[in-house]
């Protein structure tokens, strides 16, 4: 499976951006995942491709939206009201065994793509 995550850049406060992740190969969930310097990685978002169920951390529920496009293989992180806090590099990541839960959990992701860079700044 290969992963290209995409959409990132500088966004005022308040702003918005969607990120893709376009998908090559079979996967049973996407997740988006960020890390910003100094801190621990965090699972931000993920969507099953089963039955459409999703997860959203605690810090970016109400303001993103995880959502996919099954014809194109792309999930996609529309990111509103955008913070400071929200910078970071974001990366999208797949589950393919389908036993591995859809949610924060970075060791159920085994494969990864490259990260793009989000920057919240006035």
């Known amino acids: 499976v290969q992963l290209q995550a995409s959409g990132g850049g500088l966004v005022q406060p308040g702003g918005s951006l969607r990120l893709s992740c376009a998908a090559e190969?079979?996967?049973?969930?996407i997740g988006w995942f960020r890390q910003a310097p100094g801190k621990e990685r965090e699972g931000v978002s993920c969507?099953?491709?089963?039955?459409?169920?999703?997860f959203y951390a605690n810090s970016v529920k109400g303001r993103f939206t995880i959502s996919r496009d099954n014809a194109k293989n792309t999930v996609y992180l529309q990111m509103n009201s955008l913070k400071p806090e929200d910078t970071a590099v974001y990366y999208c990541?797949?589950?393919?065994?389908?036993?591995?839960?859809?949610?924060?959990?970075?060791?159920?992701?085994?494969?990864w793509g490259k990260g793009t860079q989000v920057t919240v700044s006035s």
């Open positions: 990541a797949a589950i393919t065994i389908p036993t591995m839960p859809c949610g924060p959990y970075s060791d159920a992701m085994n494969y």
């Open positions: 190969g079979f996967t049973y969930a």
């Open positions: 969507i099953s491709s089963r039955d459409g169920s999703t």
